[in-house]
Structures are given as structure tokens and as C-alpha cells.
């Protein structure tokens, strides 16, 4: 599927949500309830990773030393990260707005929209658009040492959104009802996919994906990651 036809779906979709697709200031692609706040996908992030000493994420992660399938992509805040510190990450998004947000992003950054930096990151993702369970568990998955899982927003999984943002982004997911038997198929397929383990991002407090023991964990400030091993 082309940028062009993956944008005329995604505008069909935000419409069908009351929301709708423009360009911000700075020309990049972005999804707005009318007259009201609106979210792009994490560019800034390809420039420089997020600051801060210990990254529980990267060191979940293998520091980048395999494959990485973020697997719930949403709007890229830690599949840019990742890049930006040098890892190579395929990014699975299935709502096709996300991915236009993406898409265009990672166009941008590619063109050196951000600078040489934020260029060479993007040249380490590959953007596919798709039900990532379908998809790991289908012909031709995505070889991974590590297949990454936020889903800790339900249906607005990988947002990392501001507080404004998340509206636009519950507004877009409104119908979507997250289902315990639909996590556990996902790390299932997850599992299936992955060479050396599966990273599962949880708010400190929450149950296990799917209420699926992990078998570790390494825990931040505010959420936690949970380890499984491959099947």
C-alpha cells in the first residue's frame, strides 16, 4: 500500500470518528477533534531519545543488540526512542490513522525534515500496517530477537500521549473494547514470534497481559516491564 492510499484511508476512518486530518504548523500530519487538541506521532523523539539516566526500556530490550517488532506501535514514542539510540525496530500499527501519522513522520524525518540524526533513526524502522496478531502469527511475520507489547491504554496502545491527546486518541478507539482473551491470543502470537523474549509495558499496578504470568519483570518510575520467554 502506498503513502497516498494508506492517507485517503486514514482520513475515511478519523472521519468516520468525528475527527479529522491536517497538517500542523510545521506541515506534518496530524489527528484533531474540530476545534480542539490534537495528536501527531512522537517525531522529536528520532532527533534525541528522551533523557535520563537508567532506561529500564532499553535494557528490556536487549540495548538494542536484536531485532525489535513494536508490535502496538501507536504513535511511535518508544520505537523512536529505541531508534534514536540505535536500535532496529519494525513498527506494527493497525489502526490506519496511527499509521498515516507515523507514515508521514518517518517520510519527514527520512527527507531531513529533523536533522541528520532524526534521518538516520528512521532509517533503522520499518513501518508495517496491520493486526500485529494476524501478522506474527501469519506467513512472512517479522523475524525478531524481541517482540515489544504496550497495550497498557487498552485500545489506544503505544500512545504516550499528553492528557489533551488521549481524548482525540479515546474519541478514535470509542467502539474498541479491550477483551483478556484478545491479550492473551496477542502475547501468544507475540511468543511465537519472538527469538529471545517478549517486553510487555504495564502501569505498575496492572494485572499481567492477558493474565498471563511473566516470568520477570524490570520496573521505572511509573510502569514496569514484564518479561516472557518464547514459546
Known amino acids: 500500500m502506498t503513502a497516498t492510499e494508506l492517507l485517503v484511508r486514514a482520513e475515511q476512518a478519523a472521519a468516520l470518528a468525528g475527527l479529522e486530518l491536517r497538517r500542523d504548523d510545521s506541515g506534518?500530519?496530524?489527528?484533531?477533534?474540530?476545534?480542539?487538541?490534537?495528536?501527531?506521532?512522537?517525531?522529536?523523539?528520532?532527533e534525541r531519545p528522551r533523557p535520563g539516566g537508567a532506561d529500564p526500556?532499553?535494557?528490556?530490550?536487549?540495548?538494542?543488540?536484536?531485532?525489535?517488532?513494536?508490535?502496538?506501535?501507536?504513535?511511535?514514542?518508544?520505537?523512536?526512542?529505541?531508534?534514536a539510540k540505535g536500535a532496529s525496530v519494525t513498527l506494527i500499527e493497525r489502526s490506519p490513522v496511527l499509521a498515516a501519522l507515523l507514515s508521514d513522520a518517518l517520510g519527514a524525518a527520512r527527507s531531513g525534515h529533523f536533522g541528520a540524526g532524526a534521518a538516520g533513526a528512521a532509517q533503522r524502522l520499518t513501518l508495517v500496517e496491520g493486526d500485529a496478531t494476524l501478522l506474527l502469527a501469519g506467513q512472512g511475520a517479522p523475524t525478531a530477537g524481541v517482540v515489544y507489547l504496550d497495550p497498557m491504554f487498552g485500545g489506544v496502545a503505544g500512545s504516550a500521549a499528553p492528557p489533551k491527546g488521549m481524548a482525540v486518541l479515546r474519541r478514535l478507539f470509542a467502539?474498541?473494547?479491550?477483551?483478556?482473551?484478545?491479550?492473551?491470543?496477542?502475547?501468544h502470537a507475540a511468543r511465537a514470534a519472538a527469538g529471545r523474549r517478549v517486553v510487555v509495558k504495564r502501569a505498575l499496578r496492572a494485572p499481567s497481559l492477558g493474565q498471563v504470568a511473566a516470568s520477570g519483570s524490570l520496573r521505572g518510575r511509573t510502569v514496569r516491564y514484564d518479561l516472557y520467554a518464547p514459546l
Open 175 to 187: 467502539e474498541e473494547e479491550t477483551l483478556i482473551e484478545d491479550e492473551a491470543m496477542l502475547l
Open 28 to 46: 506534518l500530519l496530524e489527528l484533531a477533534l474540530p476545534g480542539g487538541p490534537a495528536v501527531s506521532a512522537a517525531a522529536a523523539l528520532l
Open 57 to 83: 526500556l532499553w535494557r528490556a530490550t536487549l540495548a538494542g543488540r536484536e531485532l525489535i517488532v513494536d508490535a502496538t506501535a501507536g504513535l511511535g514514542s518508544d520505537a523512536f526512542h529505541l531508534a
